[in-house]
């Protein structure tokens, strides 16, 4: 039951805050209006050299797009766990009848679960857009589905499970923080050289590796460094 009262305090103290949605509506808007015209621009552009692979890249579009925005977007709530320490509201947390380990995860479900309905809609506008572009229902195949539904899930899963893991056991949570953006961009990177490539199950895979190793990682460093003294001096 404590897990469930952390777990929405987070939610509420982030989806509540007037600066996540203004964040929101603006850095949405600004996604849509750049990559629907990379990709009316791309569509004239390909379609006429090699049809095939151009249809496989445009429609894993809003995947990949939806997967980087939608970590951008929760950024902040990485800041929300920083100033709970600081501010030994942590100590606090820790009163209840809650293992440091349920503590954690309840952080980290609570932002995956905003991760997760961010990058979902962003993709939706972002096929709606598409959509709007070709004048027409756009068909998309099994890879491109499951790029959408199943890589934002395993990848937030695992980074979000690995910060959360930083930033309450450890005092090195910004060399960490600036870890998990650079292992991010280079997972960001190899899988859309591989989605660019027309090979939209790669990609995919790509994501499922890079959140598994993250969250086998956290776990780990649980072990070691997730208890209620870290946690309290730290």
């Keep these: 039951m404590p897990m469930w009262i952390i777990f929405k305090k987070e939610l509420n103290q982030s989806v509540t805050q007037k600066q996540f949605w203004v964040f929101y509506v603006i850095f949405t808007g600004i996604t849509l209006l750049i990559n629907l ?33 939608g970590f951008i977007i929760v950024a902040s709530m990485f800041a929300n766990i920083l100033r709970e320490k600081s501010d030994r ?11 440091p380990t349920s503590l954690l ?4 479900f609570a932002i995956l679960l905003v991760y997760t309905i961010s990058s979902y809609s962003i993709a939706l506008l972002l096929y709606v857009g598409a959509c709007i572009v070709e004048g027409g229902f756009m068909a998309l195949s099994l890879s491109a589905i499951m790029t ?5 899930v395993v990848l937030g899963l695992g980074i979000f499970t690995f910060n959360c893991t930083l930033l ?37 895979l790509t994501y499922i590796v890079a ?16 208890t209620k003294e870290r946690l309290i001096l730290c």
Aim: glycine share 8%.
């Design 105 to 108: 995860y309840a952080k980290a």
């Design 168 to 204: 309450l056991g450890t005092s090195v949570a910004g060399i960490g923080q600036r870890i998990i953006f650079i292992c991010f961009f280079l997972c960001y990177f190899f899988g859309a050289r591989a989605g660019t490539s027309g090979n939209l199950w790669a990609f995919l």
């Design 37 to 69: 015209n990379v990709y009316r621009s791309l569509s004239a552009q390909l379609v006429s050299i090699q049809p095939d692979i151009a249809q496989r890249m445009l429609e894993g579009m809003p995947g990949r797009v939806a997967i980087f925005a």
């Design 89 to 99: 509201i942590i100590e606090v947390l820790l009163c209840y009848p809650i293992s």
């Design 148 to 152: 959408v539904i199943i890589a934002p």
């Design 211 to 226: 959140g598994l190793v993250f969250f086998a990682i956290a776990v780990l460093l649980q072990k070691k460094y997730l």
